[in-house]
């Protein structure tokens, strides 16, 4: 049995010489939750069949600091029997789904990671991946890769290459690759079609409202939803909550976004107009402070305030503490007060759907770890031939993703005829 252990939070954690968990009891309710994933998760499990039986990662080290949610169990799974050994953290403090961790220790797994997780924590459990020395690393934000090039430079001539899962961590890479600080080839995950253009729209649009519902319960239809961003997950946000029956508002500072937000139906105008008069603000940027007090301020009362991009940056929560204290008046909902208004913030500022609800649904999460699979299989075949560099996956590779989902979901598609390839490939022929 494991033994329980007092650590720095004041929580019991369930701890073995290959796991920290929150309590190994959850993990049958974890298995049951892997095995609902892999039913929606087909794609993923046929590239799992391919890989048991040629186990293209055989005697391969891949650690990994993503989102430890069920969906992530399945990749595990299919590393796992690709022939990889896995060692998992979590990227941020507040995604861990405690009955996945505790199943994927039951099956042997590396897994330090825990829901609510202190910052000491997060560093420690990363560096427990890095004590695992991988030859792949997977990160979703950077985390790890900026850890391993910072503090433990001497791992990376063992390390073949990695694979980046979101936006905010392929901004922080090409920062890297800029400052020549990048020391070996990254697979920018989140570039595949089948990744940005299926999780950050379809997922983030529908699990950023399932987060904001489950920490509010608030009615959608009839309010003006402010979105910050109109890029990938902010239009699927907008289009969602525009589905509820909201009045959507867009704040953009690119140009041809704010035209396309525009073209699209929605309202646009700067943050100093949209504050008075959003009702729910939700920023998708991957930027700073993008609602600044000063804004907050502008706010009407009763307000709820939502951040579904990588970091808790979004929401200038720092400042508000300076002004005013925090009351948890239910999971994931604090109130503040400014003058008299009360402002609420959910998830402490983190990214919504995973903090308040589950992330993504596993059907939009299998395209995305097809991704990721078949990106450690790449780096593999590749070993030795790529350099230092953000790395983007062949077009084919990223077709094949969306042939295996349309397989799955018993989708039949046109092929051009013979014809019509070679029409498509010349340029005589005219009017
Ligand atoms: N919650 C999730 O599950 C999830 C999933 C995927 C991506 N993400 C994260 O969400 C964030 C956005 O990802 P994306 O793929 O949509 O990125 P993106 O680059 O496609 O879009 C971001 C948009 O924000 C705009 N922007 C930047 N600063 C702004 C400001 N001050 N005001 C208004 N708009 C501003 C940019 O112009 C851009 O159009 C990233 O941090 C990404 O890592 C979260």
């Given at each position: 049995?494991?033994?329980?252990?007092?650590?720095?939070?004041?929580?019991?954690?369930?701890?073995?010489?290959?796991?920290?968990?929150?309590?190994?009891?959850?993990?049958?309710?974890?298995?049951?939750?892997?095995?609902?994933?892999?039913?929606?998760?087909?794609?993923?499990?046929?590239?799992?069949?391919?890989?048991?039986?040629?186990?293209?990662?055989?005697?391969?080290?891949?650690?990994?600091?993503?989102?430890?949610?069920?969906?992530?169990?399945?990749?595990?799974?299919?590393?796992?029997?690709?022939?990889a050994?896995?060692?998992?953290?979590?990227?941020?403090p507040?995604?861990?789904?405690?009955?996945?961790?505790?199943?994927?220790?039951?099956?042997?797994?590396?897994?330090?990671?825990?829901?609510?997780?202190?910052?000491?924590d997060?560093?420690?459990?990363l560096?427990?991946?890095?004590?695992?020395?991988?030859h792949?690393?997977?990160?979703?934000?950077c985390?790890?890769?900026?850890?391993?090039?910072?503090?433990?430079?001497?791992?990376?001539?063992?390390?073949?290459?990695?694979?980046?899962?979101?936006?905010?961590?392929?901004?922080?890479?090409?920062?890297?690759?800029?400052?020549?600080?990048?020391?070996y080839?990254?697979?920018?995950?989140?570039?595949?079609?089948?990744?940005?253009?299926?999780?950050?729209?379809?997922?983030t649009?529908?699990?950023?409202?399932?987060?904001?519902?489950?920490?509010?319960?608030?009615?959608?239809?009839?309010?003006?939803?402010?979105?910050?961003?109109?890029?990938?997950?902010?239009?699927?946000?907008?289009?969602?909550?525009?589905?509820?029956?909201?009045?959507?508002?867009?704040t953009?500072?690119?140009?041809f976004?704010?035209?396309?937000?525009?073209?699209?139906?929605?309202?646009?105008?700067?943050?100093?107009?949209?504050?008075?008069?959003?009702?729910?603000?939700?920023?998708?940027?991957?930027?700073?402070?993008?609602i600044?007090?000063?804004?907050?301020?502008?706010?009407?009362?009763?307000?709820?305030l939502?951040?579904s991009?990588?970091?808790?940056?979004e929401?200038?929560?720092?400042?508000?503490?300076?002004?005013?204290?925090?009351?948890?008046?239910?999971?994931?909902l604090?109130?503040?007060?400014?003058?008299?208004?009360k402002?609420?913030?959910?998830?402490?500022?983190?990214?919504?759907?995973?903090?308040?609800?589950?992330?993504?649904?596993?059907e939009?999460?299998?395209?995305?770890?097809?991704?990721?699979?078949?990106?450690?299989?790449?780096?593999?075949?590749?070993?030795?031939?790529?350099?230092?560099?953000?790395?983007?996956?062949?077009?084919?590779?990223?077709?094949?993703?969306?042939?295996?989902?349309?397989?799955?979901?018993?989708?039949?598609?046109?092929?051009?005829?013979?014809?019509?390839?070679?029409?498509?490939?010349?340029?005589?022929?005219?009017?």
């Amino acid at each position: 049995m494991p033994k329980h252990i007092k650590i720095v939070t004041g929580d019991f954690m369930d701890k073995g010489a290959n796991y920290e968990v929150k309590d190994m009891g959850l993990a049958e309710q974890g298995m049951l939750n892997l095995e609902i994933a892999e039913s929606r998760m087909e794609a993923l499990m046929r590239v799992k069949a391919r890989f048991s039986r040629e186990k293209p990662l055989k005697g391969i080290r891949v650690g990994m600091a993503l989102h430890v949610t069920k969906e992530t169990g399945v990749l595990v799974r299919a590393l796992v029997a690709g022939g990889a050994e896995v060692a998992i953290t979590g990227c941020n403090p507040l995604s861990t789904q405690d009955d996945v961790t505790a199943a994927l220790a039951k099956e042997g797994i590396k897994v330090w990671a825990y829901k609510g997780e202190t910052t000491e924590d997060y560093y420690r459990y990363l560096n427990k991946v890095i004590e695992f020395k991988p030859h792949i690393t997977i990160d979703d934000g950077c985390d790890l890769v900026s850890m391993i090039h910072q503090k433990h430079p001497e791992l990376i001539k063992s390390i073949m290459g990695g694979c980046e899962e979101t936006t905010t961590g392929i901004i922080r890479l090409k920062a890297m690759e800029k400052d020549n600080a990048l020391k070996y080839p990254m697979i920018a995950v989140n570039d595949n079609k089948t990744k940005h253009l299926l999780d950050n729209y379809y997922g983030t649009g529908q699990s950023t409202i399932d987060g904001i519902l489950r920490a509010t319960n608030v009615l959608f239809a009839g309010k003006n939803v402010v979105v910050v961003g109109y890029g990938s997950c902010g239009k699927g946000v907008a289009l969602r909550a525009q589905g509820m029956g909201s009045s959507v508002i867009v704040t953009e500072v690119d140009a041809f976004r704010a035209l396309q937000a525009s073209l699209d139906g929605f309202r646009i105008m700067p943050m100093r107009e949209a504050a008075k008069i959003g009702d729910i603000f939700i920023t998708v940027t991957g930027n700073k402070n993008v609602i600044s007090v000063e804004s907050m301020k502008l706010m009407k009362d009763n307000v709820i305030l939502a951040n579904s991009g990588h970091f808790d940056a979004e929401i200038d929560l720092k400042g508000l503490k300076m002004i005013s204290k925090p009351r948890r008046v239910r999971p994931f909902l604090d109130e503040y007060k400014i003058g008299g208004k009360k402002i609420f913030i959910c998830g402490e500022g983190r990214l919504i759907n995973l903090a308040a609800a589950e992330g993504h649904p596993s059907e939009v999460m299998s395209t995305s770890f097809c991704g990721q699979a078949l990106a450690c299989e790449y780096v593999v075949r590749n070993h030795g031939k790529m350099k230092p560099a953000v790395i983007q996956l062949p077009a084919e590779i990223d077709n094949h993703i969306a042939e295996l989902q349309l397989e799955a979901m018993g989708i039949e598609k046109d092929i051009l005829t013979e014809e019509q390839k070679k029409y498509l490939e010349t340029w005589e022929e005219g009017t």
